[in-house]
């Protein structure tokens, strides 16, 4: 998959779909700006959903103890899978 593909991807399905995907809207707080709630990979109570940007981002664990504690779509499938991202794409 080439980096053009990634984009479109990106474009195409977007951060809401994937929490939907994994079941993870109904355990959210709706935001101004996206969600907040426990870390779908760390469990922490310190995870934020930024819908705007499709972006998200760990306060809690994953910040501690990752060197990934955020990113796009495909960072999230890529950990909460624990495959890389061209797998999670």
């Known amino acids: 998959m080439t980096y053009e593909n990634f984009r479109k991807l990106k474009e195409r399905v977007t951060l809401t779909d994937v929490l ?34 499709n972006a998200w981002f760990c306060f809690g664990e994953c910040k501690e103890h990752e060197e990934k ?3 796009n779509i495909l960072d999230l499938v890529a950990r909460k899978e624990g495959v890389s991202v061209k797998k999670a794409a």
């Open 69 to 71: 504690n955020g990113g």
């Open 20 to 53: 939907e995907h994994y079941g993870l809207l109904e355990s959210l707080t709706e935001t101004q700006q996206g969600y907040t709630g426990n870390c779908p990979i760390c469990g922490s109570d310190a995870f934020k959903a930024n819908t705007e940007k």
